[in-house]
Protein backbone atom coordinates (compact mmCIF):
# COMPACT_ATOMS: atom_id res chain seq x y z
CA UNK A 1 0.00 0.00 0.00
CA UNK A 2 1.39 3.46 -0.96
CA UNK A 3 2.78 5.21 2.07
CA UNK A 4 0.72 7.77 1.59
CA UNK A 5 -2.70 6.61 1.54
CA UNK A 6 -1.60 4.75 4.64
CA UNK A 7 -0.86 8.12 6.17
CA UNK A 8 -4.59 8.99 5.11
CA UNK A 9 -6.01 6.25 6.49
CA UNK A 10 -4.76 6.55 10.00
CA UNK A 11 -5.29 9.75 9.79
CA UNK A 12 -9.02 9.53 9.27
CA UNK A 13 -9.27 6.48 11.38
CA UNK A 14 -7.72 8.48 14.71
CA UNK A 15 -10.21 11.67 13.46
CA UNK A 16 -13.17 9.42 13.37
CA UNK A 17 -12.43 8.34 17.24
CA UNK A 18 -11.73 11.60 18.46
CA UNK A 19 -14.35 13.51 16.73
CA UNK A 20 -17.03 10.87 17.61
CA UNK A 21 -16.58 12.23 21.42
CA UNK A 22 -14.24 9.69 22.23
CA UNK A 23 -18.01 7.49 23.69
CA UNK A 24 -15.40 4.53 23.42
CA UNK A 25 -13.44 5.56 26.03
CA UNK A 26 -16.28 7.80 27.71
CA UNK A 27 -16.44 6.44 31.57
CA UNK A 28 -18.75 6.95 34.77
CA UNK A 29 -17.73 9.44 37.18
CA UNK A 30 -17.39 6.88 39.63
CA UNK A 31 -14.42 5.57 37.56
CA UNK A 32 -13.19 9.00 36.69
CA UNK A 33 -12.97 9.35 40.46
CA UNK A 34 -11.13 5.88 41.01
CA UNK A 35 -8.68 6.82 38.55
CA UNK A 36 -7.98 10.39 39.64
CA UNK A 37 -7.68 9.41 42.98
CA UNK A 38 -5.09 6.73 41.89
CA UNK A 39 -2.70 8.86 39.55
CA UNK A 40 -2.80 11.17 42.89
CA UNK A 41 -1.70 8.08 44.82
CA UNK A 42 0.87 7.37 42.70
CA UNK A 43 2.18 11.25 42.06
CA UNK A 44 2.26 11.86 45.39
CA UNK A 45 5.03 8.28 46.03
CA UNK A 46 6.59 8.51 43.11
CA UNK A 47 7.58 12.36 43.32
CA UNK A 48 9.56 13.44 45.52
CA UNK A 49 7.81 17.18 46.17
CA UNK A 50 5.01 16.89 44.40
CA UNK A 51 2.37 17.38 48.03
CA UNK A 52 3.88 21.10 47.80
CA UNK A 53 1.88 21.67 44.85
CA UNK A 54 -0.88 20.07 45.71
CA UNK A 55 -1.24 21.32 48.88
CA UNK A 56 -0.90 24.76 47.95
CA UNK A 57 -2.44 24.54 44.49
CA UNK A 58 -5.94 26.82 44.65
CA UNK A 59 -6.84 23.58 42.45
CA UNK A 60 -5.98 21.25 40.38
CA UNK A 61 -7.13 19.16 37.14
CA UNK A 62 -5.90 15.37 37.15
CA UNK A 63 -6.39 13.25 33.88
CA UNK A 64 -5.55 9.78 35.33
CA UNK A 65 -5.29 8.38 31.56
CA UNK A 66 -4.76 10.60 28.40
CA UNK A 67 -4.43 8.69 25.30
CA UNK A 68 -2.06 10.19 22.51
CA UNK A 69 -1.78 8.47 19.05
CA UNK A 70 -0.73 9.72 16.08
CA UNK A 71 0.93 8.88 12.57
CA UNK A 72 1.70 12.30 10.68
CA UNK A 73 -2.12 12.95 12.30
CA UNK A 74 -1.99 13.07 15.74
CA UNK A 75 -4.70 13.53 18.38
CA UNK A 76 -5.33 13.29 22.30
CA UNK A 77 -8.03 12.97 24.35
CA UNK A 78 -9.16 11.83 28.09
CA UNK A 79 -11.38 12.35 31.51
CA UNK A 80 -10.61 13.64 34.70
CA UNK A 81 -11.64 16.04 37.37
CA UNK A 82 -10.92 19.65 39.26
CA UNK A 83 -10.24 19.17 42.16
CA UNK A 84 -10.38 21.97 45.14
CA UNK A 85 -9.67 21.43 48.80
CA UNK A 86 -9.40 17.96 47.80
CA UNK A 87 -12.74 17.53 46.58
CA UNK A 88 -13.93 17.03 42.94
CA UNK A 89 -16.04 20.25 42.25
CA UNK A 90 -16.22 19.31 37.51
CA UNK A 91 -15.41 17.10 35.38
CA UNK A 92 -13.23 17.64 32.16
CA UNK A 93 -12.17 16.57 29.22
CA UNK A 94 -9.25 16.78 27.66
CA UNK A 95 -9.01 17.44 23.44
CA UNK A 96 -6.01 17.95 21.47
CA UNK A 97 -4.76 17.62 17.74
CA UNK A 98 -1.42 17.98 15.90
CA UNK A 99 -0.18 17.85 12.36
CA UNK A 100 3.39 16.50 11.45
CA UNK A 101 6.44 14.62 12.19
CA UNK A 102 5.02 12.14 14.77
CA UNK A 103 4.12 8.09 14.87
CA UNK A 104 3.48 6.16 18.00
CA UNK A 105 0.63 5.77 21.06
CA UNK A 106 1.21 6.88 24.51
CA UNK A 107 -1.01 6.91 27.56
CA UNK A 108 -0.53 9.20 30.42
CA UNK A 109 -1.24 10.89 33.28
CA UNK A 110 -1.28 14.61 33.54
CA UNK A 111 -2.05 16.93 36.55
CA UNK A 112 -2.24 20.71 36.72
CA UNK A 113 -2.18 22.60 39.29
CA UNK A 114 -3.17 26.23 39.39
CA UNK A 115 -1.31 28.03 41.79
CA UNK A 116 -3.45 31.23 42.36
CA UNK A 117 -6.87 31.89 42.85
CA UNK A 118 -6.77 34.15 39.79
CA UNK A 119 -5.28 31.31 37.59
CA UNK A 120 -7.91 29.04 38.65
CA UNK A 121 -10.99 31.40 38.41
CA UNK A 122 -9.74 32.32 34.70
CA UNK A 123 -9.76 28.68 34.07
CA UNK A 124 -13.19 27.99 35.67
CA UNK A 125 -15.13 31.09 34.14
CA UNK A 126 -13.95 30.42 30.46
CA UNK A 127 -16.33 28.25 27.99
CA UNK A 128 -13.28 25.96 26.84
CA UNK A 129 -9.85 26.61 28.18
CA UNK A 130 -6.84 26.15 25.28
CA UNK A 131 -3.65 25.78 26.35
CA UNK A 132 -1.26 29.04 24.42
CA UNK A 133 -5.08 31.21 23.94
CA UNK A 134 -6.04 31.30 27.17
CA UNK A 135 -3.11 30.74 29.40
CA UNK A 136 -0.24 28.96 29.31
CA UNK A 137 1.35 26.11 31.56
CA UNK A 138 4.71 25.41 33.00
CA UNK A 139 5.40 21.72 31.97
CA UNK A 140 7.71 19.23 33.85
CA UNK A 141 7.83 15.59 32.43
CA UNK A 142 8.31 13.66 35.63
CA UNK A 143 9.25 9.96 35.95
CA UNK A 144 9.15 7.93 38.98
CA UNK A 145 11.99 8.49 41.48
CA UNK A 146 12.15 12.22 40.24
CA UNK A 147 12.37 15.19 42.78
CA UNK A 148 10.68 18.03 41.59
CA UNK A 149 12.57 21.29 42.48
CA UNK A 150 9.64 23.62 43.56
CA UNK A 151 11.75 26.79 44.08
CA UNK A 152 12.41 26.97 40.45
CA UNK A 153 8.62 26.64 39.67
CA UNK A 154 6.95 30.01 40.06
CA UNK A 155 4.26 29.93 37.39
CA UNK A 156 0.52 30.40 37.97
CA UNK A 157 -0.24 27.15 36.32
CA UNK A 158 1.70 24.62 36.73
CA UNK A 159 1.34 21.18 34.86
CA UNK A 160 2.51 17.25 35.17
CA UNK A 161 2.83 14.68 33.08
CA UNK A 162 3.68 11.42 34.73
CA UNK A 163 3.49 7.60 34.34
CA UNK A 164 3.68 7.20 30.66
CA UNK A 165 3.36 4.32 28.66
CA UNK A 166 3.90 3.69 25.25
CA UNK A 167 6.04 5.76 22.92
CA UNK A 168 5.50 8.93 21.19
CA UNK A 169 7.43 12.26 20.90
CA UNK A 170 6.39 15.57 21.29
CA UNK A 171 5.85 16.57 25.03
CA UNK A 172 3.61 19.35 24.68
CA UNK A 173 -0.15 20.39 25.77
CA UNK A 174 0.19 23.54 23.56
CA UNK A 175 -3.39 23.99 21.88
CA UNK A 176 -4.70 21.33 23.97
CA UNK A 177 -8.63 22.31 25.46
CA UNK A 178 -10.18 22.01 28.50
CA UNK A 179 -13.92 21.41 28.33
CA UNK A 180 -15.89 21.15 31.28
CA UNK A 181 -18.64 17.91 31.02
CA UNK A 182 -21.47 16.70 32.73
CA UNK A 183 -21.58 13.35 34.40
Not at 41 to 55: N, T, V, Y
Not at 134 to 146: F, H, R
Amino acid sequence: MNTMISHKIWALVIAAVFASGCSVFSTSAQSIDLGVDEAVEIFRKDIDGSEIFLDQAAGYLVFPRALRAGLGVGAETGEGVLRIGGETVDYYRITSGSLGLQAGAQARSIIICFMTQNALDRFRNSNGWRVGVDGSIALIDMGAGKTIDSQNVRDPIVGFIFNSSGLMANLTLEGTKFARITR
